[in-house]
């Protein structure tokens, strides 16, 4: 079970709370709960009722949002640190997308109600949010901005250096990392034909760049991959 210590260092590394000082923390942590989740299990679907955000202790999860042919497309993946539903601390729309679990997971809850009553008690930690939300708006447009105009290549190579960068920021070292992911899922992410992810990750392997297994790929030179990112 998490301390109220822990909960404000993982509240720390949140660029949402990132502009939040000491005893602004506490307060949020002081109403955080900490959660539980299984491996494959859905912690909320696009549609339900948004009243809860969620940050991940360790394992990770995906948010997956139905296409109009009726396919299921991965938008993102969240691993220790990160934060998902937090639209949820300022109104209580409807989900935009499903989560699910990838690997057990332990996160921390945040009832959205909650939220906005600390907001209302402390202006200033609602002032600091809105400003944290909006850098992360502006982050994401000019991601899909530049996702526009990549080619298959690139956007691949995004992603498996997306994920490179999260296993890198769990532990893992510089060189031969460990991702567990597969063709399937990188083409989700990046929005392409699995046959176009599947045909670019061969090159990358016949150059000695990765090496592909089943459900997992080591990414041996990630400065090398970086050269495909444009």
């Given amino acids: 079970m998490a301390s109220a210590e822990d909960i404000v260092a993982l509240l720390r590394q949140v660029p949402v709370f990132e502009a939040l000082g000491p005893d602004d923390l506490r307060r949020v942590a002081d109403v955080a709960v900490p959660r539980r989740f299984p491996a494959g299990q859905v912690i909320f679907r696009e549609g339900d009722a948004s009243d809860t955000c969620y940050v ?117 070292g510089a060189r031969d990392v460990l991702v567990q992911v597969t063709q399937a899922k990188i083409a989700e992410l990046a929005g392409s034909s699995r046959e176009s992810a599947s045909r670019f990750l061969a090159v990358l392997e016949r150059a000695g760049i990765i090496t592909q297994g089943r459900g997992r790929i080591t990414v041996h030179d990630p400065e090398a991959l970086e050269r495909y990112i444009f």
């Fill in 56 to 172: 991940v202790r360790t394992g990770h999860t995906r948010a997956l949002r139905e296409n109009t042919d009726g396919r299921m497309i991965a938008l993102a993946h969240f691993g220790p640190g990160d934060i998902f539903g937090e639209l949820a601390m300022f109104d209580d729309e409807l989900r935009s997308a499903t989560i699910e679990t990838l690997d057990n997971v332990e996160a921390i809850a945040i009832a959205g109600s909650d939220m906005r009553r600390l907001m209302r008690q402390h202006a200033e930690i609602g002032v600091k949010l809105v400003i944290a939300l909006g850098r992360r708006l502006r982050e994401a447009n000019e991601r899909l901005a530049r996702q526009s105009f990549q080619t298959v290549q690139s956007r691949v190579a995004g992603v498996l250096g997306g994920l490179v960068k999260q296993a890198r920021d769990e532990g893992a």
